[in-house]
T-cell receptor, first 113, second 112 residues
Framework: QQQVKQSPQSLIVQKGGIPIINCAYENTAFDYFPWYQQFPGKGPALLIAIRPDVSEKKEGRFTISFNKSAKQFSLHIMDSQPGDSATYFCAASMGYNTDKLIFGTGTRLQVFP | KAGVTQTPRYLIKTRGQQVTLSCSPISGHRSVSWYQQTPGQGLQFLFEYFSETQRNKGNFPGRFSGRQFSNSRSEMNVSTLELGDSALYLC???????????FGQGTRLTVV
């Protein structure tokens, strides 16, 4: 019940495409869902986050869609660029008594020119 | 504003030794968490601290321990190192509880 399932494991798109990464969870106590971007040799960097009372959130070219009833959320990257090539992680946490993040397994995105 | 600073960046240790890793959170941040990242297990939670108190601990053996100081800086210690402890150890800081987490660049530990 503590897991966050992420798919696909890897994704290849052309520049300008819209890669979509999906995550699913079981524990309805999760109330915070961030996405992180990680480049080789670097720590994860927070991209965008959402809470269950919102169905969609946009920040620049990144959009989170959240489906509370299906217990799923996804990241869309609009007009993807080669510089977006990185590994993306979704995560979830229950904020009421812990800030522990449960991470998905990661998606390696490659954007070709 | 400086980010989360982890030292050292790289470390090579021998099996059986112990190691101490350090994390300086973003100025003003009071919450610090530690994660282990490996290719096989992904990102796994180790422990979290707020105002020098451990709030939560992950499913790791007692060889893994940590602490937080009054200035919010944190250290983690791994004793009796095993080959499987080779990983990227990441520290994250938050301004307070239930807020966004910002990660450092990590300490790459290699156990030989």
């Amino acid at each position: 019940q503590q897991q966050v399932k992420q798919s696909p494991q890897s994704l290849i798109v052309q520049k300008g495409g819209i890669p979509i990464i999906n995550c699913a969870y079981e524990n309805t106590a999760f109330d915070y869902f961030p996405w992180y971007q990680q480049f080789p040799g670097k720590g994860p960097a927070l991209l965008i986050a959402i809470r269950p009372d919102v169905s969609e959130k946009k920040e620049g070219r990144f959009t989170i869609s959240f489906n509370k009833s299906a217990k799923q959320f996804s990241l869309h990257i609009m007009d993807s660029q080669p510089g977006d090539s990185a590994t993306y992680f979704c995560a979830a946490s229950m904020g009421y008594n812990t800030d522990k993040l449960i991470f998905g397994t990661g998606t390696r995105l490659q954007v070709f020119p | 504003k400086a980010g989360v600073t982890q030292t050292p960046r790289y470390l090579i240790k021998t099996r059986g030794q112990q190691v101490t890793l350090s994390c300086s959170p973003i100025s003003g941040h009071r919450s610090v968490s530690w994660y282990q990242q490996t290719p096989g297990q992904g990102l796994q939670f180790l422990f979290e601290y707020f105002s020098e108190t451990q709030r939560n601990k992950g499913n790791f053996p007692g060889r893994f321990s940590g602490r937080q100081f009054s200035n919010s800086r944190s250290e983690m210690n791994v004793s009796t190192l095993e080959l499987g402890d080779s990983a990227l150890y990441l520290c994250a800081s938050r301004p307070g509880l239930n807020t966004e987490a910002f990660f450092g660049q990590g300490t790459r530990l290699t156990v030989v």
